[in-house]
């Protein structure tokens, strides 16, 4: 960004004649002679730079967020050598799975149905699910912010509904991010409602809901949070690489590709 500015301002200079006396060829100016002469008119008229910037904000903005980016994915890729180095131990029984159960990518997602980046990043793994269909799965663990609210209700019937049949349990996941706001509105009565337009076994769900396996998952996926320093969500494992957050498509599939030689170890 910085280089475009500078030719920015540069050709304004250049045209303006504030640079050098006129008889002096622009082939011929050193570099110092141009930095020292940038830094003199700058400091004298900042309102040029500005004038650059407020024309060019779309552009700016660009540039500044690729250079974000990229600086994001280069500490991402620092951080993920050293993951690989630390295996990651957690408790996927009795957990559906979304995606073939022997793909080389398994991601865990610890998260919460009514977290709203959590519900951007579900859209994220759906992209990558459907891009790498026979190399990636999904098992989900659960950490709402609340568990006798609406998120910690949601996720007792996703584990309820697993028992029962885990594609449906994966349809009704999607229908919990896709209308987090009903859930967070309208809590238990919207999460029945979606179940039983799953046609599920009513009375066997409510059974389930409050039984000892789903307590027991909630509890473990809990206990995992706990160990591996989990703070905040959504918080996933790539293999054994940590991804924080709600990471734009192509910094997951950057450590999709980094995880592709880092052998799961849960």
Known sequence: MKQNICLGVTALLLVGGLLLPPRTEAATISNETLTNAIEKVLQERPDLILDILRKNSEAVLDIAQQGSNLRRKHNLEAQWKED???????????????????????????????????????????????????????????????????????????????????????????????????????????????????????????????????KEIMTEDQEDAQKLGVEGTPYFLVNNLVVRGALPPELFRNAIEMAKNNPVQH
């Not at 865990?108 to 977290?115: G, I, L, R, Y």
């Not at 697993?162 to 706001?181: G, I, L, S, T, V």
């Open 84 to 214: 690989m180095k630390k295996p990651r131990q957690v408790r996927l029984d009795g957990r559906p799975v979304l995606g073939p159960k022997d793909a080389k990518i398994k991601m865990v997602a610890f998260s919460d149905f009514t977290c709203h980046f959590c519900e951007q990043a579900s859209k994220t793994v759906d992209k990558l699910l459907n891009e790498f269909p026979n190399e990636i799965n999904l098992t989900f663990k659960h950490m709402p912010l609340d568990e006798k609210g609406p998120g910690g209700i949601a996720s007792a019937y996703f584990i309820a509904i697993a028992q029962q049949d885990e594609n449906k349990a994966w349809e009704f996941y999607k229908k919990m991010f896709a209308h987090r706001e009903n859930l967070l509105a309208d809590g238990e009565p919207f999460i029945k409602k979606t179940a039983k337009e799953l046609d599920l076994d009513m009375k066997k769900l409510e059974k389930d809901v409050k039984g000892k396996k789903v």
